[in-house]
C-alpha cells in the first residue's frame, strides 16, 4: 500500500477549510495570489478521490475556464502523479502497476476530468445558461471569480443543482472588488426592500479570524502572506500597485473590499503636457500603434480611435479620434480624417509594420466595402459571448490610460464610464451606464495586444 501513498504540502491558513465538509455554503475572499484557487481545487480533487461524487466548476465566460480553473486541476493532479490523457490506460490499466489504477483521465473534449473510481469534474459557463439547466447528479459546485457571476444566475445554480444521496456543497472563491457587488450585499450587508440595513457579518472580524462560521455559511479571508510559495518579487508586485491605484492594492494586496466606487477606468487621465504627450507617443515605436472602428448609424456613432501601447509600464496612449453618426459608409470614409488615417497605415506598412484597422466583427458587409476602398481592415478576434466582461478587465490591467485633450468624445465616454447596476444596487460588470463606442474601438483595435495581469502568475508550488 505504501506504494500508492501521495504526499501534499497543504497551506497552514486553508488546512481547516481543505478538510472541512460540514457545512452547504463555502465562501473564500483574498488578495492575488493567496492561493485560494489552488486550495479549493485541492479540496475537490481530495473529496472526489475518497467518494464517487460530480462536481460542477463554473465561471461566467466558459472560454476562460481552460486556461484557469481546468489547467490548474490539471497542475495538481500531475504534481501528484494521478494525471493522464490516455483513455485507453485509463480504462486498462496495467495489472503490475498500482498506481496505474489511481490515475485521473483528462479530457478537452468536453473538458472533464473522470476518476478511477466514477467521480468526475465537468465545466459550464454561465454565458450558456441552458448547458446550467441540464446538469444531473451534481454534489459539488465550484463558481471561480464569483463576483463576475450575475446573483440571479447564482440563485438559479441554487435552485437546480440537487442529489437524492449526498450532502450539496457551494464554493464561492473571489477577489473581494467593490461592496457595491451582491457578494457584499449577500453576505455581508443586507438591504431589504425597505431600504433597511441588516449586517450579516463584520467584514473587520472576518479580516482578523481569517475562519468564520455565520448563519450556516463557511468564510474564509486570505492574502498573499498565506501562500508560502509566493516570491518576495510578486509581492513587490502588488506593493507597486499602491503607486497608481489604491482601490486595486486594497483588494490585490490585502483582499480586502475597498474598491467602493464603480468608475470602469480609474486609471483614466487628460494629458497636460501636450508636447510631452507627443513625445511619448513617438518613443512607443510605430510598431505598437493600433486602430479600432465601431460602427454607429442612428443613435450610435462611428467611433475610429487611434492609439499606442507602452507595454513595458502599461500605458495607454489615446492621440487621435473620428466620432460620427448618421453618415453612410461611402461619406464616412471619404472623411478627410479617416483618408489621412488609410495613408497614415499604408505608410506604416511600407516600414514593414502590418498594421490594419480592426472593426467590429457583427459587419462584414462594411468591412468589405471599406476594403474596396482601399482600406486595410479586417474583423476583430475579441467578440463572443461574454468578451465585454473579458475585454473590459484587459483594459483595466493597463496602468495609465492617457487621453489627448483633443479627443473630446473619448473623454466624454470614458472619463466617468460607470458600471450600470441592477435593481438590487449591485454593479453589472459587462454594462454601463452609457454605451461607450470609443471603448468599443479600444476592443478590438487591442484584440492581438496582450497585457500582463498579475493575478496571473501561478505561485501554488514549490516548482513555481
Not at 440563485?155 to 457587488?181: A, D, M, Q, T, Y
Request: glycine share 6%; with cysteine.
Amino acid at each position: 500500500m505504501a506504494t500508492n501513498r501521495i504526499v501534499k504540502k497543504v497551506a497552514p491558513a486553508f488546512e481547516n477549510f481543505i478538510f472541512d465538509w460540514d457545512y452547504k455554503q463555502y465562501l473564500l475572499i483574498g488578495g492575488y495570489g493567496s492561493g485560494k484557487s489552488y486550495q479549493v481545487a485541492f479540496k475537490i480533487i481530495l473529496k472526489l478521490l475518497q467518494e464517487k461524487r460530480r462536481a460542477l466548476v463554473i465561471r461566467e465566460v466558459f472560454d476562460t475556464i481552460h486556461d484557469s480553473c481546468y489547467n490548474l486541476i490539471a497542475e495538481i493532479l500531475d504534481s501528484m502523479g494521478l494525471l493522464t490523457s490516455d483513455s485507453a490506460a485509463f480504462r486498462k490499466p496495467k495489472k503490475h502497476s498500482p498506481r496505474a489504477a489511481l490515475r485521473v483521465l483528462a479530457l478537452k473534449s468536453p473538458l472533464s476530468f473522470t476518476f478511477p473510481n466514477g467521480s468526475q469534474i465537468i465545466f459550464k459557463g454561465m454565458d450558456k445558461p441552458e448547458k446550467i439547466k441540464s446538469i444531473n447528479g451534481v454534489s459539488i459546485v465550484w463558481i471561480e471569480e464569483v463576483a463576475e457571476v450575475k446573483y440571479t444566475a447564482y440563485k438559479e445554480i441554487l435552485g437546480r443543482v440537487r442529489h437524492p444521496e449526498h450532502s450539496l456543497h457551494f464554493i464561492l472563491s473571489c477577489n473581494p472588488v467593490g461592496k457595491e457587488n451582491w457578494i457584499y450585499n449577500h453576505f455581508f450587508t443586507r438591504l431589504d426592500d425597505t431600504g433597511t440595513e441588516t449586517t450579516i457579518l463584520d467584514e473587520e472580524k472576518l479580516y482578523a479570524k481569517k475562519e468564520m462560521i455565520v448563519e450556516g455559511t463557511y468564510y474564509h479571508h486570505s492574502t498573499p502572506d498565506d501562500n508560502p510559495f509566493v516570491t518576495d518579487e510578486y509581492l513587490k508586485t502588488l506593493n507597486d500597485i499602491k503607486k497608481y491605484d489604491i482601490p486595486l492594492y486594497t483588494v490585490a494586496r490585502w483582499g480586502r473590499f475597498g474598491a467602493t466606487g464603480t468608475r470602469v477606468l480609474p486609471q483614466f487621465e487628460i494629458a497636460n503636457g501636450r508636447m510631452k504627450f507627443d513625445e511619448c507617443v513617438r518613443q512607443c515605436g510605430d510598431e505598437n500603434h493600433y486602430f479600432g472602428f465601431d460602427f454607429g448609424f442612428e443613435e450610435s456613432y462611428n467611433a475610429v480611435v487611434s492609439m499606442c501601447v507602452d507595454i513595458k509600464n502599461k500605458i495607454l496612449y489615446i492621440y487621435d479620434e473620428i466620432y460620427m453618426n448618421r453618415v453612410t459608409d461611402d461619406v464616412f470614409c471619404n472623411q478627410p480624417e479617416m483618408q489621412e488615417l488609410k495613408n497614415k497605415i499604408s505608410a506604416l506598412n511600407k516600414q514593414g509594420y502590418n498594421k490594419m484597422i480592426v472593426a467590429d466583427n457583427e459587419d462584414p458587409k462594411a468591412i468589405s466595402y471599406y476594403r474596396q476602398q482601399g482600406f486595410l481592415i479586417r474583423g476583430c478576434r475579441n467578440k463572443f459571448a461574454g468578451s465585454r466582461l473579458s475585454n473590459t478587465r484587459k483594459i483595466k490591467r493597463f496602468h495609465r490610460i492617457i487621453v489627448h485633450p483633443s479627443c473630446k468624445n473619448t473623454i466624454r465616454e470614458l472619463k466617468d464610464l460607470t458600471y450600470k447596476k441592477d435593481s438590487r444596487g449591485n454593479a453589472i460588470y459587462d454594462q454601463f451606464n452609457i454605451d461607450p463606442h470609443t471603448f468599443s474601438a479600444i476592443w478590438y483595435a487591442l484584440d492581438m495586444v496582450s497585457v500582463g495581469d498579475v493575478k496571473e502568475r501561478k505561485f501554488n508550488s514549490s516548482k513555481n
